[in-house]
Nanobody, 119 residues
């Protein structure tokens, strides 16, 4: 049973930094893809960043490129999102997700962690 548990959200001011973590368990991640998404109430879930668990294929949305960094620690089975120079428009619930290599579809999702950036 795959489990994804996010942590690290909170209330910060514009210009501050936060690091989100996603502890993953339940399978060998190998060539799976893992990503971060975010959602604001009333809007569709938005892609933020992703990578292949082997470290390849790192991608970012244009809105966070240059400010956010996705990484993983395979000794801890943990995915990270380092968020710098946060802006009020980054306020959202952030979710981590896993796409098994066999389907390339994000099938597994965490419960989300709230990030609020005040101006």
């Amino acid at each position: 049973q795959v489990q994804l548990v996010e942590s690290g959200g909170g209330l910060v001011q514009a210009g501050d930094s936060l690091r989100l973590s996603c502890a993953a368990s339940g399978r060998t991640f190998g060539h799976d893809a893992m990503g971060w998404f975010r959602q604001v109430p009333g809007k569709e879930r938005e892609f933020v960043a992703s990578l292949k668990w082997n470290g390849d294929n790192i991608r970012y949305s244009d809105s966070v490129k240059g400010r956010f960094t996705i990484s993983r620690d395979d000794t801890k089975n943990t995915l990270y999102l380092q968020m710098n120079n946060l802006k009020p428009e980054d306020t959202a619930v952030y979710y981590c997700a896993l796409a098994p290599w066999s389907t390339a579809v994000y099938e597994y999702w965490g419960q989300g962690t709230q990030v609020i950036v005040s101006s």
